[in-house]
């Protein structure tokens, strides 16, 4: 994984296991994924322990799903969500209320708490990134040798596919699933939703190994004002992104 020292990363596996026991604050350059497997919850009351958790909104969108395996996914994802946040402050995890942006972000309304978070759950795992004060996005995706042209040519910018292009056989489908992810986690980041120009920015990786923004206009803001991670799990199943956006929320006017 990359390390960015002006950051904390903590990465957390098994919260769903050991629950918010260990309650304490986060710091404010710290940044928390937390993250778990349906397979965690096969046993009966743990899963009605989480199910009480969730929200009636929540619990109806779980019936919705037809196959068990999304249920037990979403279920574990939101369980997890609750949980994370629950770890970090003096509050239930089924106190938690959210409401979505006219985009479909999930933020926190009640209680008030500086707290911000991002969740992203497929192909057996879900994970949640949390930070202070700040706009965080987080996606994983499966790791498969398949590479999708079609996302590519949809929603990768014209340097991306020229270096995917130009990437030896054996980096490109690693390439292609870090500008997937870390593409997904900015526009996870920043909440606008599919309503965002994917194909209108660029990821780039420094001499220094960090992740960077390229992007003009419509889009422009700083690139410095971002920090990203990328990383694949330990599972090797799985490659994850993390973007941030490193200007205070609360202080923020652009
Ligand atoms: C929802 C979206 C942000 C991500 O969806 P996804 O990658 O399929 O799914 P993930 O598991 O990573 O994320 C889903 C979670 O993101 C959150 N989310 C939903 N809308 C969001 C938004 N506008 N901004 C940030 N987070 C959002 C929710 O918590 C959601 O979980 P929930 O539905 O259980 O509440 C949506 O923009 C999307 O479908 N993106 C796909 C874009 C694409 O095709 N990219 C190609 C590769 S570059």
Redesign the pocket.
């Known amino acids: 994984m990359e390390s960015n020292s002006d950051y904390k990363l903590e990465i957390i596996d098994d919260l769903i296991r050991q629950s918010a026991r260990d309650r304490r604050r986060l710091a404010p350059n710290e940044i928390v994924v937390a993250m778990a497997r349906p397979a965690e919850v096969v046993e009966f009351d743990r899963r009605s322990t989480l199910m009480a958790l969730l929200s009636d909104d929540e619990i109806g969108r779980l019936k919705r799903f037809r196959f068990e395996r999304d249920r037990d996914l979403?279920l574990v994802?939101?369980g997890l969500v609750r949980i994370t946040l629950s770890r970090h402050e003096n509050v239930e995890p089924q106190a938690w209320r959210f409401r979505?942006?006219s985009?479909?972000?999930?933020e926190i309304v009640e209680p008030r708490s500086r707290q911000r978070f991002?969740?992203?759950?497929?192909h057996g795992l879900a994970a949640c990134a949390v930070v202070l004060d700040r706009d965080i996005?987080l996606?994983?995706e499966c790791i498969s040798k398949d590479l999708h042209a079609e996302?590519a040519e949809r929603?990768?910018s014209e340097q991306e596919r020229s270096n995917l292009h130009h990437a030896s056989a054996n980096a490109r489908g690693r390439l292609f699933l870090e500008y997937?992810t870390l593409?997904?986690a900015y526009?996870?980041a920043r909440?606008?939703?599919?309503s965002f120009p994917?194909n209108q920015f660029s990821m780039h990786a420094g001499a220094d190994g960090r992740w960077r923004l390229a992007s003009g206009p419509p889009l422009y803001q700083d690139p410095e004002r971002w920090r990203f991670w990328s990383w694949c799990v330990a599972d090797d199943q799985h490659q994850v992104a993390l973007a941030l956006d490193q200007a205070d929320f609360t202080e923020r006017t652009a």
């Open positions: 979403f994802a939101h979505t942006n985009y479909g972000r999930p991002s969740l992203s759950h497929g996005g996606d994983v996302v929603f990768f997937w593409k997904e526009l996870k909440g606008l939703g599919l994917l």
